[in-house]
């Protein structure tokens, strides 16, 4: 591939990521765009917790169907080669699978019972990794016998920083608009074959919340509760996870915590219970006046000083006096130890 070529959508790219687009919009125009420079057969993008690192959506491209608890078992397991987890975690942020197992992409499960009976050989994964924090990640596949190369992988990493601010800009404004609701958190018990056992009223509303408008137990449940309950089900320790739906203010979104061991007979039974909860963050414990939360929820969109400046209709230096005032509250030093602080509560700052 010509590198003209992928410097020109890299650029592309780039500024796409000041756009404001919600987040369909802008995979959609990613993929266009890379089109060309990343050819693909088929492809799966996904938003993330980056408070806890699994998976909370997904955006498909040609593939066979949409993943349930089936394929999230196999296809995001933590031990396998390239996990998204392990590829936010590293220096490297892209891998080829078949780099990874050495050529034999036998040595991986998920190629095994996913994409070899799908007729694909060639998988590139990439964790978007921006700020140290990761938001999304994506994966591409290419039919029998085509391959990913490693400029190919260079390439995918390169760009991980830079769909990274673009997932975080987009999830940030869906998190942004809605309305709360004042109801008691929701609980859906799963039986030993992924099914739901029962649900309680409350938890149908917030399944409503994340776009769920089947009956629990009859139709495939919203993807992150599916991760979530997948996560508990081979963990050690409860699981949880913060969606990027649309609900509440900014600070206050669904959150699907709590997936605990069922005491009885059979233990492997977990249990999600899902509602909105209000961030611990020092953001919201000093109590910032009104224009600086404004100010706050442009920082954490990806806006620089100039367009906050301008949305707001202050002066640069304003907007610097604010931001100044704003770090000595929260006891940070820098807008990306700010965002840190909101969105991974508990983890230290890198």
Known sequence: MNHSTRARAYERVARLTGAHLDLPAFLDEASALLATALADDAACWHTMDPATLIETGFHLE???????????ALAYLPDDFNSFVALARADRHSGVLSTATGG???????????????????????SC?????????????????????????????????????GFRGAVVRGRSCGAGAGLW???????????????????????????????PGDEPLPYALLMVAEHARGAATDASVRGAGRVGRLGRAARLTGVRR?????????????????????VRRVRPHPRERELIGLVLQGCGTGEIAT????????????????????????????????????????
């Open 104 to 126: 034999d992409l036998e040595r991986s499960l998920r190629y095994r019972e996913l994409l070899r009976p799908n007729s694909v050989s060639g998988e590139l994964r990439a």
């Open 185 to 215: 958190p929701g609980l859906l018990l799963f039986d030993a074959d992924r099914r739901v056992e029962s649900a309680t009223g409350p938890a149908r509303h917030w399944l409503g919340e994340l776009g769920f408008r089947g009956a």
């Open 262 to 282: 069922r005491t009885g007979q059979d233990r492997r039974h977990p249990a999600v219970r899902h509602g909105p909860v209000r961030h611990v963050t020092a």
């Open 62 to 72: 040609h593939m066979p169907k949409a993943p349930d608890a089936e394929v999230a």
């Open 129 to 165: 990794v921006v700020d140290g924090t990761c938001w999304g990640n994506f994966a591409f596949f290419r039919e029998t016998p085509a391959d990913f190369t490693e400029d190919e992988q260079d390439f995918a990493h390169d760009l991980a920083a830079v769909l990274g601010g």
């Open 311 to 350: 949305r707001l209709f202050i002066s640069p230096h304003t907007v610097q006096g604010h931001l100044k005032s704003i770090f000595a509250k929260t006891g940070v030093r820098s807008r990306r130890e700010l965002v840190t602080r909101v969105f991974t509560p508990g983890r230290p700052e890198a």
